[in-house]
């Protein structure tokens, strides 16, 4: 397993959760790593990106203002803080990156058609 996701768990509406996606290949520095969400019944989607460069990310519309996505390249780890949970965000999140993607807007434009997926963790959101 090159990279894996943990941090899920149950909470209340309006709780917080910070996810982490280690690696233990230090290549992944060198890649973009993005967060995705599968919700029951429901397409992969995309949460946020991180390029290499540290200062360089997006957010999905559905997640801006409320998910903050960092990356400590020592100890090798992408996060997922969020804040302001809410029913829908209720998901198994995943990490994903790929080898021929070093800036978020790859990961995005990939449209989940990644090399390399962690196993998820599930988040769950209860009113």
């Known amino acids: 397993v090159q990279l894996q996701a943990s941090g899920g768990g149950a909470v209340q509406v309006g709780g917080s959760l910070r996810l982490s996606c280690t690696y233990s290949?230090?290549?992944?520095?060198?890649?973009?790593v993005g967060w995705y969400r599968q919700a029951p019944g429901r397409e992969r989607e995309f949460v946020a990106a991180?390029?290499?460069?540290?200062?360089?990310?997006y957010y999905a519309d559905s997640v801006k203002g409320r998910f903050t996505i960092s990356r400590d390249n020592d100890p090798n780890t992408v996060f997922l803080q969020m804040n302001s949970l809410q029913v829908d965000d209720a998901a198994v999140y995943y990490c994903?990156?790929?080898?021929?993607?070093?800036?978020?807007?790859?990961?995005?434009?990939?449209?989940?058609?990644?090399?390399?997926w962690g196993k998820g963790t599930l988040v769950t959101v209860s009113s």
């Open positions: 991180i390029a290499t460069d540290v200062n360089s990310f």
């Open positions: 994903g990156a790929d080898s021929d993607c070093t800036g978020w807007y790859c990961l995005v434009l990939r449209k989940g058609a990644l090399d390399y």
């Open positions: 290949d230090r290549t992944f520095d060198r890649y973009a």
